[in-house]
């Protein structure tokens, strides 16, 4: 059995594998967006309320879940790291940072800008989803900011990992706050598939696709960052140089 | 449950029923989002195996004068 845990922990075996699965996860990635994309642009119905802003939502509401995902995933590399000390875990946790960084930003863009016109405004400090998506973003920043400034990289690494566990807890509040606070940015609308909804099944479907697309992007984008990182850290080693010599 | 194109022209597509300025300002932005976070890595990569591949030929030329 620790065989296989140690197995799983190479980053050989990591690098090999993902070889193989990169092709169809871009494939699939690259399918999901375009259908996605076209879809919202030229198909979806405008909202009555909304009018045609609802292909904004299309676009922030797959951005905006998937940036949950950061926090979690890093706090649990960051456990990997810190118990068994597995390295190849705090390679994938390193570069998700900057990712998820990215990921908050796009989403407090692209809701501001549906804001400015739906709510009348670009951004609203009361509103407790705002506040801590934006404290997200700063967090993550901070993630990056602390790995660079300690020199010791497995020092770094823990450091990161403590942060990172730290910053689920403001996943919780982000995810929740629009059920806990009386808040602006609405609650999450009920994922029924009945058209007297607000956001009828079609604007649901989209975003669905667009979900599954965007989510694809963050594990290709997240497999291609850990691959090069462990090209770096594992310069040494006899594959990487054989790797280097055949490129 | 059929959709048809909800435009009759290239201009109305453009506009987006006068929300032109948002919904392409976030497309723009959400596209810029995806093409650097997957073209970057893959010039990292190139760079990388660069630099390696330099370095290994820098070790072996100096061990060559030590002959």
Redesign the interface.
């Known amino acids: 059995m620790w065989l296989w845990f140690a197995k799983l922990g190479s980053p050989k075996w990591f690098y090999d594998v993902s070889d193989r699965w990169l092709p169809w996860l871009i494939g699939a990635m690259s399918v999901f967006m375009v259908i996605g994309v076209i879809w919202a642009l030229l198909f979806l119905p405008p909202d009555y309320q909304q009018s045609f802003t609802t292909r904004i939502l299309v676009i922030h509401v797959a951005v905006a879940g998937t940036s949950l995902a950061f926090f979690p995933l890093m706090a649990v590399a960051g456990i990997i790291t810190l118990v068994w000390k597995m390295k190849l875990a705090d390679m994938v946790a390193k570069n998700a940072a900057a990712l998820g960084a990215w990921f908050s930003f796009v989403t407090l863009a692209t809701g501001s800008i549906w804001g400015s016109v739906m709510w009348g405004t670009w951004w609203e400090w009361t509103d407790a989803r705002l506040v801590s998506m934006l404290f997200q973003f700063f967090l993550l920043l901070s993630v990056v900011a602390l790995r660079s400034a300690i020199e010791d990289a497995d020092k770094a690494a823990k450091a990161c990992a403590l942060l990172s566990i730290v910053g689920c807890i403001n996943v919780v509040i982000i995810k929740y706050s629009v059920e806990w606070w009386n808040v602006l940015h609405q609650p999450a609308s009920p994922l029924s598939m009945s058209s007297d909804n607000a956001n009828g099944p079609e604007f649901w479907m989209a975003t669905g696709v667009m979900i599954i697309a965007v989510y694809l992007f963050f594990i290709v984008s997240l497999i291609l960052t850990t691959r090069n990182e462990i090209l770096q850290r594992e310069k040494r080693s006899q594959w990487v140089q054989d790797i280097v010599r055949a490129a | 449950?059929t959709?048809?194109?909800?435009?009759s022209s290239i201009s109305e597509?453009l506009d987006?029923?006068?929300?032109a300025f948002?919904?392409w300002?976030?497309?723009a932005?959400?596209a810029l989002?995806?093409a650097?976070?997957?073209v970057f890595?893959?010039f990292?990569?190139k760079k990388?195996?660069?630099d390696?591949?330099k370095r290994?030929a820098f070790e072996r030329a100096d061990t060559d004068s030590m002959d």
Do not use: A
């Not at chain 2, 959709?3 to 435009?7: G, V």
């Not at chain 2, 987006?16 to 929300?19: P, Q, T």
């Open positions: 449950m959709q048809s194109i909800q435009f597509f987006m029923g006068g929300y948002n919904v300002s976030v497309y932005i959400f989002f995806i650097v976070n997957l890595p893959i990292r990569k990388i195996l660069r390696l591949k290994s």
